[in-house]
């Protein structure tokens, strides 16, 4: 079936500009986790998502950073005022629950921003 | 959530097993330990995970000391798609962090012919 799918595949942005990254989780996974990976930090957790709620937003970075879901499905993830410390590879995963062992990645979103 | 310490990098031959190393002397009683590969420019892989008894799939085996200080993950016949940085990470389940996976730096696996 189909796997996590995220777009855009890479985004271009300059200094300032608000971004929208997108997330399709696994069809039926009600858990739903965004994360970030640069080359200074590594693999960061940003904010994870069971259902439309989301218990924990403790790796947000700033107030710049938003995220929604709607529906139990989609999640979007925005950046605000864009600055080049935000540029990284964000990755969004998704479990069928939210106690489940096993997360399931996408292949992310590369933002550059200049 | 207790922390973990993996060499940075380690080769392997084709075809052999690969041994790889992980270190959580601070690992709590509740606490399983996950390992995840990520292979270059893709997402992260789950592979496999325990509490504190051996553990084996189709992927790899999973080996925890007694003590449940360290643990060793075991591809038994390494392949070229086996090259990836592999995340061992230890989790409390059904807890606030749960969701949370929390990556170290991982070991750079390199498979050679």
Request: charged share 20%; with cysteine; hydrophobic share 30%.
């Amino acid at each position: 079936g189909a796997g996590v799918s995220q777009s855009p595949s890479n985004k271009v942005t300059e200094k300032g500009k608000d971004v929208e990254l997108r997330c399709d989780p696994i069809s039926g996974h009600t858990a739903l986790y965004w994360y970030r990976q640069s080359l200074g930090q590594g693999l960061e957790f940003l904010i994870y998502f069971q259902g439309n709620s989301a218990p924990d937003k403790s790796g947000l970075p700033s107030d710049r950073f938003s995220a929604e879901r709607t529906g139990g499905s989609v999640s979007t993830l925005t950046i605000q005022r864009t600055q080049q410390e935000d540029s990284a590879v964000y990755l969004c995963a998704s479990s069928l629950t939210g106690t489940d062992n096993e997360q399931f990645f996408g292949p992310g979103t590369r933002l550059t921003v200049l | 959530d207790a922390k973990t310490t993996q060499p940075p990098s380690m080769d392997c031959a084709e075809g052999r097993a690969a041994n790889l190393p992980c270190n959580h002397s601070t690992i709590s009683g509740n606490e399983y330990v996950y390992w995840y590969r990520q292979i270059h420019s893709q997402g992260p892989q789950y592979i496999i995970h325990g509490l504190k008894n051996n553990e084996t799939n189709e992927m790899a085996s999973l080996i925890i000391t007694e003590d449940r200080k360290s643990s060793t993950l075991i591809l038994p016949h390494a392949t070229l798609r086996d090259t990836a940085v592999y995340y061992c990470i230890v989790r409390v389940p059904w807890s606030d962090s749960w969701g949370k996976l929390q990556f170290g730096a991982g070991t750079q696996v390199v498979v050679t012919p």
